[in-house]
């Protein structure tokens, strides 16, 4: 699975929107891209995940840039219940074995 | 609720001890994940069941073992015990065990070794 690079924390103003970037430079051609996050000492929750094309869905929109080196999970309107640490994952769909890997994340604090 | 049901919630034991983690997994999901969540080590994974039978390994302990029963419900046994194992121990489950999306997550059982 590829390497992923996330900032440590950012901050970001409540009803604005927050941009998580994620740097994942040796992504291979049929490896994906997840977005999992995990609110304070409860289970990881699922958000997006993509491969090549921009995804939206109700509670998040995932950019991925042509080269797909990097990518962006954007939360429109940031709430309080926003904050939490995102983890960006990157591996093959179809990979036998789970072994979903998480990494230290970006710890999104969303401020009032 | 997420559908993924762990017992019990909190666990407090002395050290030697051993315990049993208790997951059952969302209806129709046949694979199941333990991780372990420590302050210093960040979530890791321990093991994944699917269908009764073990399917991959992380860095899980000798003193640690798992078993996935026909009924889809897992144990996670620790034994041993010592003061580093305290952690927070989520099981997740998936239907295939193939795919990465949609994993779904219990709300963990949070382990004190006193």
């Known amino acids: 699975d590829a390497k992923t690079t996330q900032p440590t924390s950012m901050d970001c103003a409540e009803g604005r929107a927050a941009n998580l970037p994620c740097n994942h430079s040796t992504i291979s051609g049929n490896e994906y891209v997840y977005w999992y996050r995990q609110i304070h000492s409860q289970g990881p929750q699922y958000i997006i995940h993509g491969l090549k094309n921009n995804e939206t869905n109700e509670m998040a929109s995932l950019i991925i840039t042509e080269d797909r080196k990097s990518s962006t999970l954007i939360l429109p309107h940031a709430t309080l219940r926003d904050t939490a640490v995102y983890y960006c994952?990157?591996?093959?769909?179809?990979?036998?074995?789970?072994?979903?890997?998480f990494g230290q994340g970006t710890e999104l604090s969303v401020k009032p | 609720d997420s559908g993924v049901t762990q017992t019990p919630k909190h666990l407090i034991t002395a050290t030697g001890q051993r315990v049993t983690l208790r997951c059952s997994p969302r209806s129709g999901d046949l694979s199941v994940y333990w991780y372990q969540q420590s302050l210093d080590q960040g979530l890791q994974f321990l093991i994944q069941y699917y269908n009764g039978e073990e399917r991959a390994k992380g860095n899980i302990l000798e003193r640690f073992s798992a078993q996935q029963f026909p009924d889809l419900h897992s144990e996670l046994n620790l034994s041993s015990l010592e003061l580093g194992d305290s952690a927070l121990y989520f099981c997740?489950?998936?239907?295939?065990?193939?795919?990465?999306?949609?994993?779904?997550f219990g709300s963990g059982t949070r382990l004190t070794v006193v």
């Open positions: 997740a489950s998936s239907v295939t065990g193939a795919e990465t999306y949609g994993y779904t």
């Open positions: 994952i990157v591996r093959v769909e179809g990979n036998q074995g789970g072994k979903l890997i």
